[in-house]
């Protein structure tokens, strides 16, 4: 089940740069086919749809066919071990979760970084820092004047967490267990601009 989730997260945050003109499903499979180095057939690659966001890029929700290699474990279960990336290439399991969690942690740590700059930004201009509190949030608070994108949540689908406390901030992600307080929290700080 962790690989479904892993795989949906790394193809939802695809972002395809439109050239001129709307995204078309054959660059998407074509881009899809060959991601991470993988050799899939484009006939491997089926567009559900492609949403545009802005002038400049679309999401594209797809689904693609694999196969996967079981092995019997010692309770007599059958476990995943590898997904086939091509005719002849197989890559195992635990390797391509590792993949897919380093690149939950670059986004995240990415959007917590645009976050707190968007926070600093703001503090500069107001003279404090943006305070938040029920159901206010940050990134609504900054998006589109301070932050160019509007990101509410982590990879792992939580959302981020803003304190401050004597001019200075905080913004947390509560990381792939998604319980705040933990060893795998993700965090960014800084104090406000004018101290």
Partial sequence: MRLRVSIAVLLSSIWLSACGGPVSSRA???RIA???????????????RIVTETGSRAVAEFTVQMAGLYQRNADGEWTLVS???SDDRWIDLARLEAVLAAIELEE??????????GVEAWARENGALPEVSGADSLP???HPL???DLVREDAWGSAFLYETSGGAFRLRSPGPDRQ???PDDIEVSGPSPDR
């Fill in 28 to 30: 998407v499979r074509e």
């Fill in 34 to 48: 060959t991601l991470g180095g993988a050799e899939l057939s484009p006939d491997d690659v089926r567009v559900e």
């Fill in 83 to 85: 997904v086939r990336l």
């Fill in 108 to 117: 995240t740590t990415s959007n917590l970084r645009m976050l707190a700059d």
């Fill in 140 to 142: 609504d608070l900054l």
């Fill in 146 to 148: 301070f932050v160019p």
């Fill in 180 to 182: 705040p307080g933990t």
